[in-house]
């Protein structure tokens, strides 16, 4: 098995790997959009635009916003559950069109007729996006066989939470993915709680880096709160999956500040935990402290890119309250193939 870290301080981590400036930037950007989009997002909600099922992803940034960077975009597939909005922002997918699908806007990357649970680009390589817990394990093993069938030297990268790796459905896909070298990186996203409950009280066993040991899967525990480990993981997890030597699992220990859902007052925990998590291992803010410190940027380039990103942030959210619904037509539409 590799090697394992745990979710300490990143000032106190003597082995972490270092980021250059852009790296640094570049992170920090990504990672701010997520978290101002999802605070958009969840304001939406409670104003009545937004209907249905909404998971966020404050707080979690760091883990998506680093794998993707390690990963070869356009090429790599990547495929997860309901908690998705962040992946599709930092995949390229466009703002305006991710926030129209959760208005039901004709305008919306599924037309307006798949919500926050289901939207996909095929063109940047993101499958969702998808509602049934664990499904979307099999589906990822599915892309990384079809990569390997038509020797496109591509890797599947497959999200799931610490919920989700209960499910049986998860371990049939292990073994065919060990039996079968697919080139899959499974991304176990464990951020201490499967909807109200916590891991302790769900799984016999919470490391969830060893839950491929009996299929000879390899894997590691990553501070999922540092990008920059993240990072670093992701580099050797996919290199392994696409040198042809079969599945790794990276099982990245985050936190999310909201509850499980909108509709979710997380009253299973204390308010001291949320707050000692965002005080002392917020990774959008461990990213600023680097780039003020190093004198990379100043506070003024730093206000600099806030306000960027919040008018792409609000000019997402016009577009989504204003574009039209789409036209019942639609629901005959993408229905089925001509073979």
Known sequence: MARKATATSAKTQPNAPQFTNEQDLEAFREMLLIRR?????????GMGLIGGFCHLYIGQEAVVTGITMASEKGKDAQITGYR???HMLVMGLDPKGVMAEL???QGGLSKGKGGSMHMFSNEHRFYGGNGIVG??????AGLAFASKYTGDGSVSIAYFGDGAANQGQVYETFNMAKLWKLPVVFIIENNKYAMGTSIERAAATTDFSMRGASFDIPGEQVDGMDVRMVYDAAKRAIEHARSGNGPYILEMLTYRYRGHSMSDPAKYRS???VTKYRQERDPIEQVRARLIEGGVVTEEELKKIETDIRAIVTEAADFATNDPEPDPSEL????????
Do not use: C, N, P
């Not at 499904?135 to 990822?140: P, Y």
């Open 135 to 140: 499904a979307q394990v099999s589906l990822g």
């Open 332 to 339: 005959w539409t993408d229905i089925t193939i001509e073979a």
């Open 271 to 273: 308010k001291d935990e």
């Open 37 to 45: 989009f999802e605070e958009k997002a969840g304001q939406m909600y």
């Open 103 to 105: 208005t039901g806007r």
């Open 84 to 86: 998705d909005h962040g």
